[in-house]
């Protein structure tokens, strides 16, 4: 499955990327905001990430823009983006958001847009909710979940990032999501965008 938006492309990860992969998440500030992503990052992390299976239902993608004539470097990874099945407090299965942007990237709206990109495709999918967890010392991403639409649930963990080395409390924040019917095209808006996003079936 891929999904196109406005200046992204969002595709499979496939096993050559895991070069790509371990440069961006070796990076100590990335790899401290995520809270399963093992330290020191090494090859053999990469290589395993990069030859897992996807999940129809949790799909992950990487970051990419598009190959373009005047810029040979387009098609440059610049973050990974995907749905994860977790447990809540409740012990309910629930679908969580998680991303990151390798560094060079930041602060450039990317995981804005690429948030709302998967937020079109997760009703299609059946999810009629989202959560994401946010460590409560990383604003940034905060700002990056309230755009897209997410609000604090007033759920506040201590969470363990190997990178760290130490638990830290994170925020969770969700999303309700409008009931995708048969047969509507996959091409609407997502929640909070006013672009179209095209998606297309590996």
């Known amino acids: 499955m891929f999904i196109r938006s406005q200046n992204l492309f969002l ?3 496939w096993a050559e990327d895991w070069a790509a992969i371990q440069a961006a998440v070796s990076d100590e500030a990335v790899a401290s905001n995520l809270p399963s992503v093992p330290w020191p990052y090494g090859e053999a ?4 990430f990069a030859s897992q299976a996807q999940n129809p239902y949790f799909p992950h ?3 990419t823009q598009p190959y373009r004539a005047h810029d040979p470097g387009g098609a440059e990874v610049i973050g990974c983006i995907g749905l994860t099945e977790r447990t809540g407090p409740d012990g309910e299965a629930r679908a969580e958001l998680g991303y ?3 560094r060079a990237h930041w602060h450039r709206g990317y995981a804005t847009e690429a948030g709302r990109a998967l937020l079109t495709l997760a009703p299609v999918l ?3 909710q989202l959560v994401a967890n ?6 940034a991403s905060a700002r990056v979940l309230r755009k897209l639409g997410f609000r604090p649930t007033g759920e506040v963990t201590l969470v363990t990032s190997p990178a760290r080395g130490e638990p830290a409390a994170a925020a969770t924040f969700a999303i309700d999501l409008p009931l995708a019917n048969d047969g509507d095209d996959c091409g609407d808006s997502a929640p909070g965008d006013g672009g179209m996003v095209e998606l297309r079936a590996a």
């Open 61 to 63: 993608f990487l970051i």
């Open 100 to 102: 990151w942007i390798a």
């Open 126 to 128: 059946r999810h009629h």
């Open 45 to 48: 992390e990469a290589r395993w």
């Open 11 to 13: 595709r499979p990860v």
């Open 134 to 139: 946010c460590f409560r010392d990383n604003p």
